[in-house]
């Protein structure tokens, strides 16, 4: 907008006379319309440039002032802070107190004050120093097992420190652009540190759940023809997949004619576990082998019933006993007492 | 391209070794029947062995063979089905519940003796 040519109205209305002196009557009257119009449209467009020109000017006096106000008045925002932190009853402070020392150490403030620059590159040196000391000393409070809430906290505090300085009540006008900026700035901490801690679960949930799946499957090559498989612990859907392609191919190495699958150990058939143990037997029908469901309890024969799951197409019997006798028989075999 | 059928006594024995489309399923599908009809076999072998995908359409029309060939007086065992495309049949719904299955030839062999004589 600031590249381009604006006609002063006073010209164009000098402009409308000469033409309406030497122009017929009949051109004039049609273009009179078109003439008002644009002397409209230069005066609206004079306006906004203006407008945007002051908004301009005063956004960047006001980054300037809170940079410098925060950088003037470090000693006492800090003080401030800490006595506003001893106010806030946590269970956990002494190792919060610790964190925020280690903040303020690194700068916490300097790095805020940066973020109100308006040079782009300072502002992103802020946010990379800011990460840094988050990365450094956000860990020790997530093995104190404090809550992400409570590290959080803090920071709320030092934002409405800022917001109730004298120099804000003095200047009204910066409170909006003011809480806008440090709402961009907080909101990037504290996601920061929320993305810490939920690295460091999931970082946690992968290396549990891969220390599962160790124990998940084994199989048992019981005799000749007949595998058995345990399963003990809840099933979900990966761990379903795992056990279904050892069992297929346990199946296939061991040339079982019978696999017997045990859920004693099982604590919670649902729809889901059901259906998984379906599929598992049906696609061990279609590799050429039988299987037979060992272990059920009466309140699993109870829920499957009242959840309406189909298990007609698979043999299953109560007691690992029962199904190794089914098995054997299958396999042209029996067991025999010898006197 | 036709898949082979093979006679053994009173059975015949398929083994598919190649990956089968649509084209080919129904050429072997007409194959096999005319074939059961030709020779009045009571048993057929199907071996999949070194199949490696089977799709929805291929698995009806395998389904269908069997249904068909139980027409004709004639039972179907497959054999050698890799874990592999048991997953996948299962996954897309296809559970094969009425047909009869073996891990390799030699018990699809031993299956059919005994659904026939047994």
């Keep these: 907008m600031a590249g381009e040519e604006i006609l002063p109205p006073i010209y164009v209305v000098f402009l409308m006379f000469i033409t309406r002196i030497f122009l017929p009557e009949n051109y004039v009257k049609i273009k009179w319309e078109g003439l008002y119009y644009s002397i409209y449209r230069c005066a609206a467009k004079q306006t906004i440039y203006q407008k945007a020109q002051f908004e301009d000017r005063s956004a960047t006096m006001f980054k300037k ?30 190792t919060i107190e610790t964190f925020i020392n280690h903040m303020t150490q690194d700068g916490f403030l300097l790095h805020l004050s940066n973020f109100f620059s308006d040079k782009e590159k300072e502002r992103e040196k802020a946010i990379n120093n800011i990460e840094q000391s988050c990365y450094r000393y956000v860990p020790p409070c997530m093995e104190a097992d404090i809550p992400v809430s409570e590290v959080i906290q803090p920071f709320y505090l030092i934002r409405d420190i800022l917001l109730e300085t004298e120099e804000v009540k003095q200047h009204p006008a910066f409170i909006l652009p003011l ?51 345990p399963i003990v612990g809840a099933i979900d859907t990966d761990r379903a997949e795992l056990i279904t392609q050892n069992l297929l191919y346990g199946a296939i190495k061991n040339e079982s004619k019978v696999v017997l699958i045990d859920i004693t150990g099982v604590a919670e058939v649902n729809t889901m576990v059901a259906r998984h ?27 499957m019933i009242s959840l309406g799951i189909d298990m007609d197409m698979l043999t299953t019997l109560s007691s690992m006993s029962q199904g190794l006798r089914v098995a054997l028989a299958r396999t042209g075999k029996e067991i025999k007492e010898i006197n | 391209m036709r898949i082979p ?107 059919l003796k005994q659904l026939l004589e047994g």
């Excluded at chain 1, 470090?74 to 932190?85: C, Q």
């Excluded at chain 2, 199907?46 to 359409?57: E, K, P, R």
């Excluded at chain 2, 004709?72 to 009425?98: K, M, Y």
Aim: glycine share 4%; with cysteine.
């Design chain 1, 179 to 229: 809480i806008k900026e440090m709402d961009r700035f907080f909101l990037h901490l504290i996601t920061f540190i929320h993305d810490i801690y939920s690295i460091s679960w999931k970082n946690k949930l992968l290396a549990q759940r891969s220390a599962i799946m160790e124990l998940s499957a084994p199989l048992i090559p019981l005799l000749e023809n007949i595998t058995v498989m």
């Design chain 2, 5 to 111: 059928i093979l006679k053994l006594g009173n059975y015949l024995l398929v083994s598919i070794q190649i990956e089968l489309d649509d084209k080919t399923a129904v050429q072997f599908q007409q194959d096999l029947l005319n074939m059961i009809h030709k020779t009045g076999s009571t048993g057929v072998v199907i071996d999949l062995t070194s199949v490696q995908m089977i799709d929805s359409y291929i698995a009806r029309v395998l389904g269908d063979v069997v249904k068909m060939s139980e027409l004709l007086g004639c039972q179907v065992v497959f054999t050698g089905i890799q874990p592999a495309v048991s997953i996948t049949l299962i996954d897309l719904g296809i559970s094969f519940r009425n047909i009869k299955t073996a891990m390799n030839l030699e018990q699809g062999l031993e299956k």
């Design chain 1, 65 to 94: 002032t809170s940079q410098q106000f925060i950088q003037e008045n470090t000693d006492e925002i800090e003080k401030l802070w800490r006595e506003r932190r001893s106010a806030v009853p946590s269970s956990h402070s002494q």
């Design chain 1, 277 to 303: 143990i379906v599929k598992a037997a049906e696609a061990i029908h279609l590799i050429g082998a039988e299987c037979i469901v060992v272990g059920i309890r009466p309140e699993i024969a109870q829920t």
